[in-house]
């Protein structure tokens, strides 16, 4: 057991050093000025040993697997006590651009996914993986079949919103109307 433990915090180190060199290195000559050999060069490794640790390439060096994202946006619908949009809301005004209580160490890195193409694509990806979770939270809060087509188009939409609303000028301004959008429905003409 004491080699298990020992080989998990081996990998724990060793990928989080990956992440620590692949952000500087990233902050310091630009997201597309940095190749997967010079951050395993920097960090001290193989390339091998680097996609061994991230299978996803460089794009996956500034997330993590998405776990954690997947287990707070449905706590935020399971463990509520206000309608599920607003709870919603409050999850996403918590995170990354719509965060004004953010740490200052963290805005860097926050302005580069935000500024990257490719990391705002892989971030995409990321949410996309939480639709089956969100989509069966959804269905169990509201009493409908996870295949209803309406549990299933809000679960999708809502996913799509870091994308819609991350980049705009006031991210948290964009965040509070799609959400008022949702809340109140599409208004007549």
């Known amino acids: 057991m004491v080699n298990t433990g020992r080989r998990e915090r081996r990998k724990l180190e060793t990928r989080r050093r990956l992440d620590e060199v692949a952000l500087r290195l990233f902050l310091e000559h630009g997201y597309d000025g940095v190749t997967v050999a010079q951050i395993a060069e920097a960090a001290d490794i193989s390339v091998a040993t680097l996609f061994a640790h991230v299978p996803d390439g460089k794009d996956a060096l500034i997330f993590d697997d998405g776990s954690e994202r997947r287990a707070g946006i449905v706590a935020a619908v399971r463990e509520r006590d206000e309608p599920i949009l607003s709870a919603l809301h409050r999850f996403f ?34 949410w996309h993986s939480c639709e089956p979770d969100l989509t069966a939270a959804l269905a169990e809060e ?28 006031d991210p948290a301004a964009a965040l509070a109307s799609v959400f008022a959008l949702l809340e109140s429905g599409w208004p007549p003409r």
């Open 142 to 169: 509201s009493d409908l079949p996870p295949d209803d087509p309406a549990v299933r188009a809000l679960a999708r939409f809502i996913l799509e919103i870091p994308d819609l609303t991350g980049t705009a000028p």
């Open 93 to 126: 005004a918590a995170r990354g651009p719509y965060s004004s209580d953010l740490p200052p160490e963290h805005a860097p890195k926050r302005d580069l996914i935000v500024h990257t193409p490719a990391l705002r694509e892989y971030a995409r990806r990321l």
